[in-house]
């Protein structure tokens, strides 16, 4: 369980981006973040594994708490939070096989990483994870070949092979088109409900975040503007979250993009 206590975040140019964020996400529940550009969302996901230091506040990953570890304690750490990426952060020269057990360096070390000497069980898991994202017949392309999509899914695979607790999403889709929007939105929330494990997804489509997603979290200026079903999220609370939109004409345009996407 993930359990943020009065969470916040302050630049040092005084810009508030985060304010008295408490926030519980059970194991297995799939959250999305939702909310305006600079409301705090990228920020948030940050603050969990400590990519960018809270201001104040507490963040618990079941009996432990993030926001006071040490750098060793934090690295040993952030084994169990998973993250997935927007721009993929893949090393493009590195084949999909290579990228994937990245994704075990915190638990096997530099140099054995470096020389490609991985233990056979991390090879035998990432083959098993590229099968089930549907790319083992892509194990040794380089990453620089592949399409936005099949990037994302390597990504995917980076992170389940740390076998962690929590998956941190960062803005999956925002480079793809609907059609793979949707395919790896799907394949996060299985993954996730085959392992048990809780996500964090800051997603900017709200339609996809409605469709795929079991709760979500509205951000408005650093605060929780909302936090429910998808199926709460009416014209009304749209607009306590973005501004003044007309939420139902947006809502058919995102239908019928889906649709023709089919």
């Given at each position: 369980?993930?359990?943020?206590?009065?969470?916040?975040?302050?630049?040092?140019t005084g810009d508030k981006?985060?304010?008295?964020?408490?926030?519980?996400?059970?194991?297995?529940?799939?959250?999305?973040?939702?909310?305006?550009?600079?409301?705090?969302?990228?920020?948030?996901?940050?603050?969990?594994?400590?990519?960018?230091?809270?201001?104040?506040?507490?963040?618990?990953?079941?009996?432990?708490?993030?926001?006071?570890?040490?750098?060793?304690?934090?690295?040993?750490?952030?084994?169990?939070?998973?993250?997935?990426?927007?721009?993929?952060?893949?090393?493009?020269?590195?084949?999909?096989?290579?990228?994937?057990?990245?994704?075990?360096?915190?638990?096997?070390?530099?140099?054995?990483?470096?020389?490609?000497?991985?233990?056979?069980?991390?090879?035998?898991e990432a083959f098993r994870?590229?099968?089930?994202?549907?790319?083992?017949?892509?194990?040794?392309?380089?990453?620089?070949?592949?399409?936005?999509?099949?990037?994302?899914?390597?990504?995917?695979?980076?992170?389940?092979?740390?076998?962690?607790?929590?998956?941190?999403?960062?803005?999956?889709?925002?480079?793809?088109?609907?059609?793979?929007?949707?395919?790896?939105?799907?394949?996060?929330?299985?993954?996730?409900?085959?392992?048990?494990?809780?996500?964090?997804?800051?997603?900017?489509?709200?339609?996809?975040?409605?469709?795929?997603?079991?709760?979500?979290?509205?951000?408005?200026?650093?605060?929780?503007?909302?936090?429910?079903?998808?199926?709460?999220?009416?014209?009304?609370?749209?607009?306590?979250?973005?501004?003044?939109?007309?939420?139902?004409?947006?809502?058919?345009?995102?239908?019928?993009?889906?649709?023709?996407?089919?």
């Amino acid at each position: 369980m993930l359990k943020l206590e009065q969470l916040e975040k302050t630049y040092r140019t005084g810009d508030k981006a985060l304010t008295g964020i408490d926030l519980t996400v059970p194991d297995g529940q799939v959250l999305a973040l939702i909310g305006p550009s600079g409301a705090g969302k990228s920020t948030l996901i940050r603050c969990i594994n400590r990519l960018v230091e809270p201001t104040a506040g507490r963040v618990w990953l079941d009996d432990l708490e993030l926001t006071r570890l040490s750098a060793t304690g934090l690295r040993n750490a952030r084994r169990q939070m998973g993250m997935i990426f927007q721009e993929y952060a893949l090393v493009e020269r590195l084949t999909v096989m290579e990228n994937v057990l990245s994704g075990r360096l915190g638990y096997v070390g530099f140099w054995r990483s470096y020389l490609r000497r991985y233990p056979q069980a991390d090879v035998d898991e990432a083959f098993r994870l590229l099968d089930r994202v549907g790319l083992l017949a892509m194990a040794d392309k380089r990453a620089d070949e592949l399409s936005g999509g099949q990037r994302q899914r390597v990504g995917i695979c980076r992170a389940l092979i740390q076998n962690p607790k929590l998956l941190l999403v960062d803005e999956p889709t925002a480079s793809l088109d609907p059609k793979t929007s949707r395919q790896i939105m799907r394949l996060i929330c299985e993954l996730c409900a085959e392992r048990g494990l809780a996500a964090i997804i800051n997603i900017h489509d709200v339609a996809l975040a409605q469709r795929f997603v079991q709760r979500v979290v509205g951000l408005r200026a650093g605060s929780i503007a909302f936090d429910g079903a998808p199926d709460r999220l009416s014209p009304e609370v749209l607009t306590s979250i973005y501004g003044e939109e007309d939420w139902e004409a947006t809502s058919q345009q995102a239908e019928d993009e889906s649709e023709g996407a089919e």
